[in-house]
């Protein structure tokens, strides 16, 4: 049992997020590192749907998710010390130059448009690096390296 396990280390904001197999797999990656996973409705997809379910596989026992019903329910959970980094390809600043703390919010907008500008306006936006001609990485892969770079940083994973 590790010293940390039921506490969320990191919490991973999915904002309206529309495509089931993402949310499913990026449930698995907040399992994998014991963080939390709040989901702002409305989604593009039923809860329900077994391509959800599907993509999480056997984990979803181990998932600690938090339900919105609005993005306003969502800020109004939020703790006072609660600080949020918003991810998106339009952010200026790169990942690797945030300080991340435990239990700081890492924040992706949906698959197809992004976060909105009044968002993105609000918080602290970063960017991960994609040298190459795309435009932007599937949104599971994109939570997959907010939340690695933030453990790393934090030093977390020389304790597993």
């Given at each position: 049992?590790?010293?940390?396990?039921?506490?969320?280390?990191?919490?991973?904001?999915?904002?309206?997020?529309?495509i089931?197999?993402?949310?499913?797999?990026?449930?698995?990656t907040?399992?994998?590192?014991?963080s939390?996973?709040?989901l702002?409705?409305?989604?593009?997809?039923?809860?329900?749907?077994?391509?959800?379910?599907?993509?999480?596989?056997d984990?979803?026992?181990?998932?600690?998710?938090?339900?919105?019903?609005?993005?306003?329910a969502?800020?109004?959970?939020l703790?006072?010390?609660g600080?949020?980094?918003a991810?998106?390809?339009?952010?200026?600043?790169l990942?690797?130059?945030?300080?991340?703390?435990?239990?700081?919010?890492?924040?992706?907008?949906?698959?197809?448009?992004?976060?909105?500008?009044?968002?993105?306006?609000?918080?602290?936006?970063?960017?991960?690096?994609?040298p190459?001609?795309?435009?932007?990485?599937?949104?599971a892969?994109?939570?997959?390296?907010?939340?690695?770079?933030?453990?790393?940083?934090?030093?977390?994973?020389?304790t597993w």
């Amino acid at each position: 049992m590790y010293a940390w396990e039921n506490v969320p280390v990191f919490r991973v904001v999915l904002y309206e997020p529309e495509i089931p197999q993402n949310v499913g797999n990026i449930a698995r990656t907040t399992a994998a590192t014991a963080s939390e996973l709040h989901l702002v409705r409305p989604f593009g997809f039923r809860w329900g749907d077994p391509r959800l379910k599907r993509a999480g596989l056997d984990y979803w026992p181990h998932v600690n998710y938090v339900l919105h019903d609005s993005w306003q329910a969502f800020l109004g959970s939020l703790p006072p010390e609660g600080r949020i980094w918003a991810f998106s390809t339009r952010a200026g600043r790169l990942l690797y130059e945030a300080s991340f703390a435990d239990g700081d919010y890492l924040l992706f907008g949906p698959e197809t448009r992004g976060l909105p500008p009044e968002v993105l306006a609000r918080f602290p936006a970063l960017r991960i690096p994609m040298p190459g001609p795309v435009r932007s990485l599937n949104l599971a892969v994109s939570v997959g390296v907010g939340v690695y770079e933030a453990l790393r940083q934090i030093g977390l994973g020389r304790t597993w």
